[in-house]
């Protein structure tokens, strides 16, 4: 799961989102020449985008990446009709483009919009991170990675290199480990908890 410290999140800094990019092979999606560029920059595939919250009692606004949040209980894996949509044993939410028909019915069950479609024909990719036209993607909290020993994410490993360390990436199985040790020293939440969802991803400063 991830701990993202809101508090640390600086105003207009995108290097989680564009680390997210360049690691998933994101960036490598060309806008189709003589199409409109705000259609096109509205079907581009996001997996992290930076939103702004604002407290309706104090007025606080915090800046926060947001992503696919890994849910113990996703929607997403309920409503797929093909179980393209599915959850692994560590936790991870993925899914499998090779059953994904389109159908986009998990983008409308996500109540934090963090899936995308892919609209275009993907030309380049990157074997860690294969996509394709017709199908929907999201974060994977670089699964890749972690199947290959790894111990972080790209997005985390971008804001600690920008000096910020917002995100901390971990276990939260692990009662020993660096993550649950950060969730008990500090109040955290998570987005949308009436929905009882119990996600992977908790913010702390909101």
């Not at 996001?46 to 702004?52: G, M, S, Y």
Request: glycine share 8%; charged share 25%.
């Amino acid at each position: 799961g991830l701990l993202i410290d809101t508090s640390k999140c600086a105003d207009g800094c995108s290097a989680c989102v564009e680390a997210c990019d360049h690691e998933n092979g994101l960036n490598l999606q060309s806008e189709p020449l003589g199409d409109d560029p705000e259609k096109w920059d509205n079907q581009r595939a996001i997996w992290i985008r930076k939103v702004k919250l604002q407290d309706n009692v104090s007025g606080h606004v915090s800046n926060l990446p947001l992503m696919c949040q890994h849910c113990e209980h996703p929607p997403c894996v309920d409503v797929c009709p093909t179980g393209a949509s599915f959850k692994r044993a560590d936790g991870i939410v993925m899914v499998d483009r090779h059953t994904c028909i389109g159908c986009r019915y998990c983008m409308m069950a996500c109540p934090y919009k963090a899936r995308s479609f892919i609209h275009e024909q993907v030309e380049q990719k990157l074997t860690r991170a294969p996509r394709g036209k017709g199908c929907v993607e999201s974060c994977t909290l670089c699964m890749h990675r972690l199947d290959a020993g790894d111990i972080s994410t790209a997005c985390a490993d971008a804001c600690a290199a920008e000096g910020h360390h917002a995100i901390l990436f971990g276990d939260l199985k692990d009662d020993n480990g660096p993550l649950r040790k950060a969730l008990s020293q500090q109040p955290s939440h998570q987005l949308r908890e009436d929905l009882a969802l119990n996600t992977g991803v908790r913010y702390a400063g909101i």
